[in-house]
């Protein structure tokens, strides 16, 4: 029983965590172009609220 376990932290474990990991990678998805610039217009609107530019 304790082989078992063993070889299902030590195998398993690693390949489920490889798993979930490739997962997020392939869900994550780029910004389109008028999304990177409603980004940035955000930022620096931040920016020059707080003073943050000087």
């Known amino acids: 029983m304790e ?12 390949l489920l965590l490889a798993a979930a990991m490739v997962y997020a990678l392939l869900r994550k998805r780029r910004l389109s172009r008028e999304e990177k610039i409603r980004r940035d217009k955000k930022t620096a609107e931040l920016f020059t609220e707080e003073g943050g530019g000087t």
């Open 3 to 14: 082989n078992l376990l063993w070889f299902l932290v030590v195998a398993v474990g690693p």
